[in-house]
C-alpha cells in the first residue's frame, strides 16, 4: 500500500498531473472527471510506483459524479484485470 508520503511526493504529483491532463477517463467505470490516479498493477504486488504504463486515472474518494461507484475503493489493491469494469454502449447517466 503507497504510503501518504509517496502519494505526496513531488515525483508523484508530477506524474499524477501529466496522467489526468492526458485523460480524465476512469478506468473502471469508463466516465470522466477522475481527480486521482492508481496504479494498474498494485504496488503490494510489485506494480511500478512512478512509471506512467501503469497509472491510469480513477475516480477517487469522493467517486464517480456519474454512475455513483467509489471506483478506487472498489478496486483497491487488486489488478485492474480483477475489477469489474462498467462496459455500455449506452451512458445511461447521461441524459438526453
Known sequence: MASSSDLTSYEYRKVRERILAASDVCIVCGHGASTAVD??????????RLDPDNLAPIHGVTGCPICLRKCNSEKSDRPLSEVVQLVTSVDWFAGP
Open 39 to 48: 496504479h494498474i498493477h498494485p504496488r503490494s504486488k510489485g506494480g511500478a
